[in-house]
C-alpha cells in the first residue's frame, strides 16, 4: 500500500511539476511518509514481520526487504538494525532460558541462527552493521544460562568435526541430531 502511494505521489510530481522540483518534493514526501513513523512501523510490526518471537515461525523475508529498501531511502537504518538485535536477544533468551528444551537446544540454535542468518542476506543485504548485530545479539544470550548452550554446542562441533557422518546420534549420544 505504501509503495502504491509513493508511485501515485510521484506521478503527480512528474505530470503537474517543474524537474527541477521533482527530487526536493520527492525526499520530503518520503519523509513524511516513512521517515516520521519509523518508530510506529518497528515498534507494531517488526516482531510479527521476523516470526512473532517463534523460532519455529518463518520470517517475512520479502516484507523485511521493503522495510528495510524503504528506511534506507529516509536514512533510518539504525533503529531498524537496534530492532534486529533487540530481537535476536529477547527471542534466543527466552528459548536458552526454557531448560524444557534442553534436549533439542542445540537443534533449535542451529535453526533460528540459519533462519537469522537468511534474513541477513535476502532482507538486509549482508549489511555488515545488521551482520555485526547478530553477531552481537547472538553472544549475548547464548552465554546467559551458565554457558549451557555454549557446551551444547561445542560438543556437537567436536562430534561433527572428528566424526564424518550424517547419523551423529549413534557417536554422540548428548545430541539429538541423528
Known amino acids: ?8 505521489q510521484n506521478d503527480r510530481v512528474v505530470h503537474y511539476l517543474d524537474e527541477v522540483t521533482r527530487r526536493p518534493l ?24 521476523m516470526g512473532g ?18 528506511f534506507s531511502r529516509v536514512e533510518a537504518l539504525d533503529p531498524l538494525r537496534d530492532a534486529f538485535g533487540k530481537y535476536i536477544q529477547t527471542t534466543g533468551s527466552a ?6 528444551k534442553d534436549p533439542e537446544l542445540v537443534k533449535l540454535l542451529l535453526a533460528f541462527k540459519s533462519g537469522l542468518d537468511e534474513v ?7 549489511n555488515p552493521e545488521f551482520a555485526h548485530a547478530l553477531k552481537t545479539a547472538f553472544e549475548a544470550f547464548i552465554n546467559e544460562r551458565a554457558n549451557k548452550p555454549a557446551e ?5 562441533r567436536v562430534c561433527t568435526s572428528t566424526i564424518p557422518t550424517l547419523h551423529l ?3 554422540c549420544p548428548h545430541t539429538d541430531l541423528g
Not at 500500500?1 to 501515485?8: F, I, K, S
Not at 541477513?120 to 549482508?126: A, K, N, P, V, W
Not at 551444547?152 to 556437537?156: E, Q
Open 95 to 100: 528459548l536458552v532460558a526454557d531448560t524444557a
Open 169 to 171: 546420534s549413534a557417536y
Open 120 to 126: 541477513l542476506h535476502f532482507s538486509f543485504g549482508d
Open 26 to 49: 520527492i525526499i520530503e514526501l518520503e519523509q513524511q511518509l516513512i521517515g516520521r513513523h519509523t518508530a510506529t512501523l518497528i515498534s507494531k510490526g517488526f516482531d510479527k514481520l
Open 152 to 156: 551444547l554446542i561445542a560438543k556437537v
Open 53 to 70: 518471537g517463534s523460532v519455529a515461525a518463518a520470517p517475512l523475508k520479502h516484507e523485511l526487504a521493503a522495510m528495510y529498501t524503504l
Open 1 to 8: 500500500m505504501l509503495y502504491r502511494c509513493l508511485a501515485r
